[in-house]
């Protein structure tokens, strides 16, 4: 069963017909991204709506540009305010915030799929991140396992997976 399969058939969320190909390319071209194609399957089959969910149609474009730049945004809260620093940006000096953020501009983006779980931009079959500021955890190996552990809507994978994506895998506990 695919994700979107599983999500509809437990009757937890109302589903919406699924993104057409244009509107997930318009999407895209509005927001700078490519999705992964996972991403764009599961969005392609049937659009999740309610609490949580991006709401891709929705004429409130904020909402979704506050949940794409959140994950950067924890990011740069932790640096600011709690002395966060990754060594692969290199010894910090000077504004330690404009130096994070051009730090961030070459880590792979984030996007939303539901509340604070994302998926990183064009790379398919990447486990599902939870990202809160520059606390990610591995929140499922994939989609379906995801939909599994997150709503108890069948059995977890019983195997061990890491995030592989730059910058976001290091943080990853």
Known sequence: MTAAELLAASGRF???????????????????????????????AGLPTGIGWPDWRGRDRTALRAALTAPVEGVLFDVAENDFWYEGWGAPFGD????????????????????????????????????????VLCYGADLSDWLNREFGLGEPANRRVRPTVPFWSALAS
């Open 96 to 135: 330690r915030v404009s130096t994070a953020r051009a730090g961030l501009m070459i880590a792979p983006r984030m996007i939303p799929l539901y509340a604070h779980r994302y998926l990183p931009a064009a790379i398919p079959g990447h486990p599902v991140l939870s990202i809160y500021q520059t606390d």
């Open 14 to 44: 109302p589903i919406a017909p699924g993104l057409t190909d244009s509107e997930l390319t318009d999407i895209e071209a509005e927001f700078g991204f490519t999705f992964a194609p996972d991403h764009r399957e599961f969005l392609a």
